[in-house]
């Protein structure tokens, strides 16, 4: 299994998204903290950009406080377990086997299921909100159950525009949109 660049940085907030950050910090630091993971999805094979991106959204979330849930492998998933990994977050992942060998090495837990790309379904369930970063037919069914659930979604590097996804025009908009709506809940 590959590793990841060792370099990647965290995110240089804009002074609103350092304050929404900080409000949910202090929320999740609070007795009625948010327990429901963040989907960070995203394509198995992501390019640079889209695991750079997914690295540092999963980060700024877990040092806020926030666990994120995935498909536990490689690309965008392993990225964003990096990236709350070394925020001292949780990184959960669903993974598809029946066995934890695919696991990337940042999963703070991983779930075999044995249940293949149906695990997508769970991924989608389990979030409080789901944050695509990428694209391809993974990512769409999990953005797609997620619109059906009616859970809030917003997307990064996205193939595909759909109704009811958010998307950002870059990495700092998407943190900031979704913490925002973090905060509001």
């Known amino acids: 299994m590959p590793m990841l660049r060792a370099d990647y940085a965290s995110l240089a907030p804009s002074p609103r998204v350092r304050e929404l950050l900080a409000q949910l910090g202090a929320r999740q ?24 991106a997914a690295y540092q959204v999963a980060n700024a979330l877990a040092r806020a406080g926030m666990s994120i849930v995935c ?32 696991a990337n090495p940042y999963l703070t837990v991983a779930l075999p299921t044995g249940i293949g790309e149906m695990r997508n379904a769970l991924i989608a369930r389990a979030s409080i909100c789901l944050v695509a970063i990428g694209g391809g037919m993974g990512t769409l069914s999990e953005v797609a159950l997620g619109l059906k659930w009616g859970k809030e979604i917003f997307a990064l590097h996205r193939d595909i525009p759909l109704p009811g996804v958010k998307t950002a025009q870059s990495v700092d908009q998407l943190v900031e949109w979704t913490t925002a709506w973090l905060v509001s809940r």
Do not use: T
């Open 71 to 102: 498909g536990g492998r490689g690309g965008v998933m392993m990225a964003a377990s990096k990236g709350a990994s070394d925020a001292g977050g949780a990184a959960i992942g669903i993974l598809p086997e029946e066995d934890v060998s695919a």
């Open 29 to 52: 630091s609070a007795p009625g903290r948010c327990r429901q993971p963040v989907g960070i999805i995203g394509p198995g094979d992501g390019g640079a950009e889209e695991c750079l």
